[in-house]
Nanobody, 114 residues
Framework: QVQLVESGGGLVQAGGSLRLSCTAS????????VGWYRQAPGKQREWVAT???????NYAEFVKDRFTISRDSAKNTVYLQMNNLKPEDTAVYYC????????WGQGTQVTVSS
């Protein structure tokens, strides 16, 4: 069984930065992709960014040029560097790792104040 644990969330002022981490443990296989998603109250969960096994990176339009996804394979960790945060970025952020099935973390809260 694979476990994913997110960390790095918190409360930050608009314009500030946070760095989220997603660390995998357990019976780890080679993941096809690892992505970040977020869900705000009353809204559907939405995709934020993805990194693939070959290092390709993709971003949702609303975070492009502000967020950066990266990975450290030796540490089984994927990061999401978030800059120029806006109040509308407030949400619970989840990581998802995909092999033959999807694995989800429990989420970390990001709150951006104005």
């Amino acid at each position: 069984q694979v476990q994913l644990v997110e960390s790095g969330g918190g409360l930050v002022q608009a314009g500030g930065s946070l760095r989220l981490s997603c660390t995998a443990s357990g019976h780890i296989f080679r993941f096809k992709t690892v992505g970040w998603y977020r869900q705000a109250p009353g809204k559907q969960r939405e995709w934020v960014a993805t990194v693939t096994v070959v290092g390709s990176r993709n971003y949702a339009e609303f975070v492009k040029d502000r967020f950066t996804i990266s990975r450290d394979s030796a540490k089984n960790t994927v990061y999401l560097q978030m800059n120029n945060l806006k109040p509308e970025d407030t949400a619970v952020y989840y990581c998802k790792a995909t092999s033959n099935v999807d694995y989800w973390g429990q989420g970390t809260q990001v709150t951006v104040s104005s």
